[in-house]
């Protein structure tokens, strides 16, 4: 398979205090980021591209890069506030990234091969991984028959407060057909209601996490919805082109598909501090069951 992990990190700097408190939260220490390497590796995937900023290049491949360079070949990507589309500028002010969208976009010279994009940060699992990896290795470089990810919405909520979600609906046939973001979901009784607007779900509904497979026909694709996005919101502070919003207007103009994938097995992630012992816990169940070796390399 001639496939790329995108891994999305350019935000670790700041959460992770210059990368010194890489969160270990596996049995013998592993990080979420060790584990999508690991089910990457032994889902045939060949490269690892990391997309990071150059402020913290140096820290980040001494202490997280040079961990896989034995196992699988690393390059990398950096996401610049100044690295725009002809024509804009970083307005005064503006410190904020901008967002998924494009630091996916900011990979477009490093990636030349069918890519699953993930955050740093995530557990997504081998089922995930690998269902992308199949769907890409059949893919060429000019298709733009793009994949996701649908996690259950049940399996990627928090017992310790509200989580925002992309909910997806798709055709009879699978494809996306939009996703709807809501920002406030958490169980109620027996039921997940999104206490913002009211909207109630059953918990079998398919969301995106952000584990989306592309080929590199998706970069101009994407620097057509960032200059839409720029033209909007170049002189403004806050608000960041993200991935979903970016594949919506593909879709909607017809330009690109994306085929949702259910996955059945569980997403991790530690939105809340009290979230980390269920993390640990659940990374540990797996590595008894045998679903990956202790320790992981």
Request: include cysteine; charged fraction near 25%.
């Amino acid at each position: 398979m001639n496939s790329t992990l995108v891994v999305l990190a350019a935000g670790m700097g700041s959460r992770y205090g210059g990368l010194k408190q890489m969160d270990g939260v596996g049995p013998n220490g592993e990080t979420l980021l060790d584990y999508s390497v690991f089910d990457a590796v032994r889902s045939g995937f060949s490269r690892v591209v990391f997309v990071i900023r150059r402020e913290f290049e140096e820290d980040f491949r001494e202490r997280v890069g040079r961990c896989f360079e034995d196992r699988i070949e690393v390059a990398y990507a950096f996401q610049q506030l100044n690295d725009l589309p002809g024509g804009f500028s970083v307005p005064e002010g503006r410190v904020k990234p901008w967002g998924t969208g494009h630091a996916i976009w900011c990979a477009r010279e490093a990636v030349g091969s069918p890519f699953l994009a993930i955050n740093a940060d995530d557990f997504y699992g081998r089922p995930a991984i690998a269902a992308a990896g199949e769907y890409l290795g059949v893919l060429d470089e000019n298709s733009t028959r793009f994949c996701m990810a649908g996690f259950r919405l049940e399996s990627t909520l928090s017992e310790n407060g509200s989580v925002s979600r992309g909910v997806c609906q798709t055709d009879a046939e699978g494809l996306l057909v939009s996703v709807r973001e809501h920002t406030k979901l958490e169980r109620v009784g027996g039921c997940i209601v999104d206490s913002a607007d009211g909207a109630r779900f059953q918990g079998a509904e398919r969301v995106s996490m952000n584990c989306w497979g592309f080929t590199p026909a998706v970069f101009p694709l994407l620097e057509s919805g960032l200059i839409r996005f720029l033209d909007a919101h170049a002189g403004e502070e806050k608000p960041e082109f993200y991935i979903p919003s970016a594949v919506a207007e593909m879709i909607d103009a017809g330009v690109a598909s994306v085929r949702v994938l259910p996955v059945e097995s569980p997403w991790f992630g530690v939105t809340y501090r009290e979230d980390r012992p269920v993390v640990a816990h659940s990374l540990a169940k797996l590595a008894a069951s045998g679903e990956y070796p202790s320790p992981l390399w």
